[in-house]
Every structure is written in structure tokens, then in C-alpha cells.
């Protein structure tokens, strides 16, 4: 039964996205990029509620945990991956960042889901670091890429690359590049069915994955 999983997600991320599109970056062939990949809210913080009850924390997890397996079968364990949480648990956010910081992380990525007052707001929107840091050139051009790479493969509308204060990214981006990612509004409608089903949740995390793979940074480690 785990071969029969393992074939299925295989035979998917192949049939969603074919090849991967020309590498904007080598990959440091010494070692495993080490992503962090945050899955954002838990515990007693919910995150954005939908209409029908879907809770963010939920999702991003899923999300997160479906990165994880593509990478250990799909992608053959490419990249060397840690969760911030892995379970419905509240993580304080500095914890979060140093939790990065000890892995001596190449990449951190924060997932969440957007939520607004106008049921007709829809799309993704990937935020990065107002705050000007060492590696800001470099989350630019990953959340340029992941936000391209995203609208896509799963079709949703792009609400382009911002800049934020949030402390993720504010703590961050001295020492890697960072992105957290809004995969959408679980105040419409048609978004929030979407990503209740199971199947999108694979295809969002493939999309990351996958274009990750085409991304990744040789990080110089003083």
C-alpha cells in the first residue's frame, strides 16, 4: 500500500508539471539544501476560519507534511526538510526563527492562507522582508519565482510579490532568504473549496517543492 502511495505521487507531480523549467541557480552538490518550511498559527490560534469551518492552521500543516513526503519519494530526498511544527501545536514565532537559525537553514518558507471582509478577494500573495537584510536580493528572487511558479500549476489569480514587517521575515533574511506565502483566501468561496480538497493540497505542495528544486541557494556561511 505505501508503494502504491509512493507510485501515485510520483505518477502526479509528473502529470501536473512535466519537467522542471531551467535552473535559476546551481545546487550546492557538497551537501543537502536545508529548507525550513513553516507551517503557520497552531495550537489555540486557528489563523484565518473559512465559511464552511475550515481552520488555516489546518491546511498549511497538511500542506507542509505533503512537502515532506514528495520529497522523500518524488524527489528522493533532494533537499534536507524541518518543520517548524509538526503537529497542532502553538509555536511562538521567535522560537520559529531560532529554530531556523540552529539548522543552519539555506531557505525558510512560511505558509499560510489569506482571509478578507470582501468575499471576492482571491489569490496568492508572497510577502517578503521590508526590512533590507544580507539576503534580501535572494527572497526577492525566490518569491518572485515561487509566486510564478504557483499561479501556474494551481491557477490561481497572483496578487504579486510584497513587502512586510512580519517578524519571520524581518528576523530572517540576515541569514537566508526567506518568503511566507498566502495560498489563497478561505473567505471565498470557490478558494476555500479548493483547498479542502486533498488532491490541491498535493498539487500546492508540489508546486513549492518543484520549484524550490529550481531555486536553490549555495549559502556562504561565514
Known sequence: MVQFKVLISIILVLELFGLPSPVLAQLNQTRKQIIVIDPGHGGKDSGAVGINGIQEK??????????IELNETA???????YL???KDTLISLGDRTKLAKSLNTD??????CNHSDNPNARGLEVYVSKKQG????ESIL???HL???????IGFESRGVKFANFQVLRETNDYFPSVLLELGFLSNGDEENYLLNKSSL?????AIIINLKNVSYERNVN
Open 107 to 112: 531557505i525558510f518558507i512560511s505558509l499560510h
Open 75 to 81: 524527489f528522493k530526498d533532494n533537499f534536507e526538510i
Open 84 to 86: 517548524t511544527r509538526y
Open 202 to 206: 498535493l498539487k500546492i505542495a508540489s
Open 142 to 144: 525566490l518569491a518572485y
Open 134 to 137: 544580507r539576503y534580501s536580493e
Open 58 to 67: 489546518n491546511i498549511v500543516l497538511k500542506i507542509a507534511k505533503q512537502i
Open 147 to 153: 509566486q510564478k511558479g504557483l499561479k501556474e500549476n
